[in-house]
């Protein structure tokens, strides 16, 4: 079965520092996808990123990143440079490849100070 | 803006009774799934419609059903309400094939 595991329940972060979210994952599935969903107090799931576990190269989108280490079945966001509008929710997810679900962790409450 | 509009966005309704709530898809999105998200929790997966047909259901009760429509909509039906449906509920739509899937702003239910 599949796990998805976020350890942080809430982190402060200074404006225009980064931060990273810890994610780990258990499953014996080799193809799989793994996803960050930003969730603001609004209450809809933004993607931010995907990492597929075939990929050699760590995912980057603009000041997200994804640090795939597959080996520990860890797949850490990085946020560059945080705004105050990243404040909010944040939800590691997994979905393999024959399958049709997202698994998701249960989230990491991001507070960016001014 | 995920293309993904879900209605309405906020529901109150009394245990035992019947609520329908409704999610309108990007176009050419095949796939719809289905998530119930409860208070300070992360999304559960309920089911997912593809092509019209149920392919997929999580650990949910038959009083959870749904349809999908031809025109990219869908539906998620709960008979029986009981207080714990109370939640949020997600709409996620994508191409199958695609990796992410657009999320709809949800609908929180509130069950007294």
């Known amino acids: 079965a599949q796990k998805i595991t976020q350890t942080q329940p809430g982190m402060f972060v200074q404006e225009k520092e980064a931060v990273t979210l810890d994610c780990t994952y258990d499953?014996?599935?080799?193809?799989?996808?793994l996803f960050w969903y930003k969730q603001p107090s609004s209450g809809e799931m933004i993607f931010l990123i995907y990492?597929?576990?075939?990929?050699?190269q760590n995912a980057t989108e603009g000041r997200y990143s994804l640090n795939f280490q597959k080996a520990r079945k860890s797949a850490n966001l990085v946020i560059s440079a945080s705004q105050l509008g990243d404040s909010a929710m944040y939800f590691c997810a997994m979905r393999w490849a024959a399958g049709n679900k997202l698994t998701f962790g249960g989230g990491t409450r991001v507070l960016v100070k001014p | 803006e995920t293309g993904v509009t879900q209605s309405p966005t906020h529901l109150i309704k009394t245990r035992g009774q019947q609520v329908t709530l409704r999610c309108s898809s990007q176009s050419g999105h095949n796939t719809v799934s289905w998530y119930q998200q409860a208070l300070g929790q992360g999304p559960q997966f309920i089911f997912q419609?593809?092509?019209?047909?149920?392919?997929g259901r999580g650990n949910f009760p038959p009083r959870f059903s749904g349809l999908q429509f031809p025109n990219y909509s869908s539906e998620l039906n709960v008979n029986a309400l009981e207080l714990d449906d109370s939640a949020l509920y997600l709409c996620?739509?994508?191409?199958?094939?695609?990796?992410?899937?657009?999320f709809g702003q949800g609908t929180r239910l509130t069950v007294v």
């Open positions: 996620a739509s994508r191409w199958t094939g695609n990796t992410e899937a657009f």
């Open positions: 419609y593809y092509r019209e047909e149920e392919n």
């Open positions: 499953t014996s599935d080799p193809s799989y996808g």
């Open positions: 990492q597929g576990s075939y990929d050699q």
